[in-house]
């Protein structure tokens, strides 16, 4: 058996690979062969309940004019983004999915969360506009909400009965992780460089939308590259 140790995979990820054999006789080469890595530890641990990778293509649903209609959940959940009308897909592009901020949006269903939750969002914002959302619950539960707002300008999550501020440390067209726990009163926001904690209730919901608000009319203008949701406090 042939075997060698390789470093610098992206998890989760197939590769294909030839093996090279050279001798006296001259060279050949083995047929293709694939191979998956795993994915994170943290992904896998049970709690993870979505993960939308747009650097997986075989989850990317697209017409000939690279506009997206699904985005499935990697992991394979059938919780998959959904967008049947065609003027309302976000555009697909070598960043991620570009939002136009008119009408762009996506909505998946089939969540059953009701506990303590955590979100990782990578994302790039366009443009800042007031209200404009990243993702909302869309029917059931309770709010869970996270928005912009001009002042400063800064972000705002909407719970129960809680709002939320963390000033803005992302600059317009560059990408930042934001992560969100929502876990009553050891709830965190954090943004690029910039953190607030506190008491941001509890959430429980069925569905998500992502790109605007529950009631519509908030859309935002981001390209979003990631988007994980997780059943737990990480």
Do not use: C
């Not at 309940?49 to 650097?55: C, I, Q």
């Not at 008119?102 to 969360?113: C, K, P």
């Not at 909400?145 to 440390?169: A, C, D, M």
């Amino acid at each position: 058996a042939i075997s060698a140790a390789i470093t610098g995979l992206t998890p989760f990820t197939t590769y294909h690979y030839r093996v090279k054999a050279v001798n006296s006789a001259g060279t050949t080469y083995s047929d293709d062969a694939t191979m998956k890595t795993a994915e994170p530890a943290i992904i896998s641990d049970g709690n993870t309940v979505a993960w939308y990778d747009y650097t997986d293509a075989a989850t990317i649903t697209k017409d000939g004019s690279n506009f997206v209609s699904r985005w499935n959940d990697k992991l394979g959940s059938g919780r998959d983004l959904i967008q049947e009308n065609g003027t309302s897909q976000p555009l697909i592009n070598e960043y991620g999915l570009l939002f136009d901020g008119i009408d762009n949006f996506m909505l998946a269903s089939g969540f059953n969360v009701n506990s303590a939750v955590t979100v990782y969002l990578v994302v790039s914002q366009k443009t800042w506009s007031t209200e404009d959302t990243f993702f909302d619950r869309k029917t059931g539960g309770t709010g869970f909400r996270l928005h912009q707002r001009v002042e400063s300008p800064k972000f705002r999550y909407q719970g129960i009965g809680t709002i939320n501020f963390v000033t803005n440390t992302m600059p317009l067209d560059s990408f930042n992780i934001i992560t969100l726990v929502v876990n009553g009163i050891n709830s965190k926001l954090n943004v690029a460089l910039s953190s607030v904690t506190g008491n941001f209730g509890i959430t429980n919901f069925t569905d998500i939308v992502l790109g605007d608000i529950s009631t519509t009319g908030a859309y935002i203008n981001a390209v979003f590259k990631e988007f994980i949701i997780r059943k737990n406090a990480d």
